[in-house]
Every structure is written in structure tokens, then in C-alpha cells.
């Protein structure tokens, strides 16, 4: 692996990376993982293909009916005025007539049932006048309609999902809808994480709300459990570690060792309680960046053996951030999905937004309709990086570019709807 290093945390000229660069570098630099392996459909949930699927089948099966009404030969549809057809029994969805349908005749039909021989349309059963086993159509009857062809959603032996999908719901769904039980998927990744910290608190050690002065809930741990999950990966809690090097070389080793990919939060800055950067930098080959965006600076990415780091920043909001930007895109790389980037779309923004030049910002958001129905944003308010209940007022992250220093309200501003980060 090729970690460009540069800029350090001593650059002298503080040069802030671009996150853009910052992206380019985590792209070439992970590879997804190799091994694959057959699983069932239903355990096959979140991961992504290893092969592209070529279908074995039509769908639909069979040419069928979209309504409940009669089928008929269209040579039936009279060219002026009515035609009265002759009713030969009824096809149902999973009960075949099996007879064959001439002009003049019709067969009652229902939505799914399969098309009796010598019928190409569909009358719905609003525009029929039946009686007895007698049926009247009129010549406003189109002809071909209400009919689903087989092979009319996938056609047998076409591509129907390429290798890097990711099997969310709709291609499960399809997958199924092609008889296929067996997938070959790439195999799930392993996340270990810790958070670290002498002033955070678990919750599962507290005496209920109450706390030490001087210290605070580990919400971290709460908030990336969460985003990992919604990853489809295996999940290695490592706690909670405290503010010391041979803790975190602890740790970090037992990470190494269990998972592909490492993520900690907090002690990435350069202060005397930071130990993540420093005892990465003594086990692994790291580089610590100092990124061009807000929340979230302070960013080290490398690799301990054959694990992937990432030393997130402390703070609840450039935790998550920096997650959703930089680790979600790079977890997906690595469990073989081929599409990573975060989506974004344009809104017109309602707020008055301020902020320093030289970084992109990532302010938060509610995104919603005007009045006409046009897409617009406003923002959640006071924007500092502790403020976790910021994330949970918003729906979406405003992305402002690194060269404006304002936004006015009526500017059109590119947003990430949180619909489409948190997968
Ligand atoms: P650090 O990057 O370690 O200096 O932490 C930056 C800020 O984030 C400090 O105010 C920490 O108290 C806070 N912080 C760090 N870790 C967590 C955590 N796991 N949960 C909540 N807040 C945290
Ligand atoms: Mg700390």
C-alpha cells in the first residue's frame, strides 16, 4: 500500500488536504476483500455479488393476464357497434384453462391467470356487459391490452444483476422472482472499533444518568455501532480504552488481529492525551491528515498488518461526519460493492449559512418541500461538533464547497440526504 503522507500533523505550512484528494488516496489504496463464498438469498442481505447473475428464466414464466376481466382473440373486437362472445370457462392465477379460444369466443380470466391459447387481449370487466355464459364488448376494446408478455421484466439468459451489487431489498427480490435460492457474494467484513478516552463514561457502568464531574456519556460508541450495522458487517466491540499508550497498543493489536478494518475515535490531534496517532505510527504504516473539512480535521488512515485504520476525531458530530464521508464509502469498497460515492442532490437553501474558507463544510440540514413543491433546506441551527442532538434534528448534511464563505437563503446548495448515507 501507498500512503501519501503528506501533510503531516508538523507540517509547518498547515496545508489542509482537500477531501476530494483525501478520497482518491482511500480509493487506490484498499482493495476489496477476495474471498467469496454460496450463501442462501435470506442470509445474503447487505452484501455484494461476486458474480454477475445471468437469468436462468423469463419473467414473467408465462404470458398473463394484469386484470380481472376476459380474455379474448382481438379479431373478436367488433369495428362499430357491439359484439356478444361466447364464455368457455375461466382461467384463474395458478389454474389453467386449457382449452384454445377462437374469434367469438372469451374466457373469464383473473389477474396473474395464464392466457389461453388464441388470446392476445384483455377486457377488463368494468367494460363488459355478461350474462349466462354470454359476454358483450363494444369496439372502444383495444386490442393487446392488459396482457403481461413472458420475458417482459428480465429475459432469460440477460444480466440481470452485475457483480458489485449490493443485495438490498428490490434485488433480493428479484433474485428470488428467478427462482434463485444460492448467491455467490463476497464474504462479510470484520469492523473492530473502541473509542477512547479518560473522561468518557459506558453506559452500562453508570449509575443511571448520573456522572463523575468531569466526564460524559460514551455516545461515540453508540452512534458508530449503529453505522456499522447498517453496513451489514460483523461487529467487534473493543470497549472503551483509556488515555495511555500501552491501553491503546493493547488494543490496537487485538484489532490488528480480528478484523479487516479498525476504527477508534478521539486522541487523533497532536495533543499530549492523543496516543492513537502515536502508537499507529509504532505498529503500522499511518498517515495522519489534517483534511480541508468541518467537522472532522483531524483524520489518520493506514494500515497494521493487513487491517485498514481509520483514527476518527473525537467529537460526537465530526465522528459521525467523518464516518459517513471517508469509512462508509471505504467499508463498502472493501466488502466488493462498486458503487460508494455518498448521494448527493441540489436544494435551494432557506437559512443564511456562514463559514471559514478553505474547507467544505458539512452542515446540518432538514430537508422538505416549499410550499410549489421545490426542494429546499434549512439548516438545524448552532453548528458545533459536540452537539449530537444537531445529527438527530437534521435529515440530511449540507455540503458547502470549500471556496464560499456565505450562503443566502435562495442559493442552491448540494445536500446528502441521510436517506441515502445511512444504508
Ligand atoms: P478528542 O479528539 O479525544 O480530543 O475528543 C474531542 C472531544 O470529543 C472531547 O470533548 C471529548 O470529550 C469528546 N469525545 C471523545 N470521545 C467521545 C465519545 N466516545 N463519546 C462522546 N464524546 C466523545
Ligand atoms: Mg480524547
Redesign the pocket.
Known amino acids: 500500500m501507498t500512503i501519501n503522507k503528506q501533510p503531516s500533523c508538523d507540517d509547518p505550512f498547515d496545508n489542509l488536504l482537500p477531501v476530494h484528494v483525501a478520497r482518491a488516496r482511500l480509493t487506490d489504496a484498499l482493495h476489496s476483500v477476495s474471498e467469496t463464498e454460496t450463501v442462501s438469498l435470506i442470509n445474503a442481505i447487505g452484501r455484494a455479488l461476486s458474480v454477475d447473475v445471468v437469468s436462468p428464466v423469463d419473467v414473467p414464466g408465462y404470458t398473463n393476464s394484469a386484470m380481472d376481466g376476459y380474455a379474448i382473440a382481438s379479431s373478436s373486437i367488433p369495428a362499430t357497434g357491439v359484439a356478444q362472445l361466447k364464455i368457455l370457462g375461466t382461467a384463474w392465477a395458478g389454474k389453467v384453462f386449457s382449452g384454445s379460444v377462437d374469434t367469438g369466443e372469451a374466457v373469464r380470466i383473473f389477474t396473474g391467470g395464464l392466457m389461453p391459447e388464441g388470446c392476445d387481449t384483455v377486457v377488463i370487466q368494468e367494460h363488459v356487459t355478461a350474462e349466462g355464459d354470454k359476454v358483450t364488448i363494444d369496439s372502444d376494446v383495444q386490442a393487446y391490452k392488459n396482457v403481461r408478455l413472458a420475458g417482459e421484466d428480465v429475459q432469460q439468459n440477460h444480466t440481470v444483476l452485475e457483480a458489485g451489487t449490493q443485495l438490498n431489498a428490490a434485488e433480493v427480490g428479484v433474485l428470488a422472482s428467478l427462482g434463485i435460492n444460492n448467491v455467490d457474494v463476497y464474504r462479510r467484513l470484520r469492523v473492530a472499533f473502541f473509542?477512547?478516552?479518560d473522561?468518557?463514561c459506558a453506559l452500562d457502568q453508570a449509575a443511571g444518568t448520573q456522572l463523575e464531574p468531569g466526564m460524559?456519556?460514551?455516545?461515540?460508541?453508540y452512534s458508530l455501532h449503529a453505522m456499522l450495522k447498517g453496513l451489514h458487517v460483523d461487529v467487534i466491540d473493543l470497549g472503551i480504552v483509556r488515555d495511555s499508550a500501552d491501553a491503546t497498543r493493547v488494543a490496537m493489536q487485538k484489532a490488528a488481529q480480528a478484523a479487516d478494518v479498525i476504527i477508534t475515535?478521539?486522541?487523533?490531534?497532536a495533543?499530549d492525551?492523543?496516543f492513537v496517532t502515536q502508537v499507529f505510527h509504532e505498529l503500522g504504516d499511518v498517515s495522519f491528515w489534517k483534511l480541508a473539512m468541518r467537522p472532522g480535521r483531524p483524520l489518520a488512515f493506514g494500515q497494521i498488518g493487513n487491517a485498514f485504520l481509520f483514527g476518527l476525531?473525537?467529537?460526537?458530530v465530526a465522528?459521525m461526519v467523518t464516518f459517513l464521508q471517508f469509512v462508509q464509502p471505504a467499508i463498502k469498497q472493501m466488502m466488493g460493492i462498486k458503487n460508494t460515492a455518498p448521494f448527493t442532490i441540489n436544494a435551494v437553501c432557506q437559512s443564511k449559512l456562514r463559514k471559514s474558507q478553505g474547507r467544505v463544510e458539512y452542515q446540518r440540514g432538514v430537508l422538505g418541500n416549499d410550499e410549489n413543491g421545490n426542494l429546499m433546506v434549512t439548516s438545524t441551527g448552532k453548528q458545533g461538533a459536540?452537539r449530537i442532538s444537531s445529527m438527530s434534528a437534521a435529515n440530511c448534511l449540507i455540503v458547502i464547497a470549500a471556496e464560499l464563505s456565505i450562503v443566502s437563503p435562495g442559493d442552491v446548495v448540494e445536500v446528502q440526504p441521510f436517506h441515502g448515507l445511512f444504508s
Open positions: 473509542t477512547t478516552g473522561e468518557l460524559l456519556f460514551d455516545s461515540n460508541r475515535s478521539g486522541g487523533v490531534s495533543g492525551a492523543d476525531p473525537g467529537n460526537p465522528v459536540g
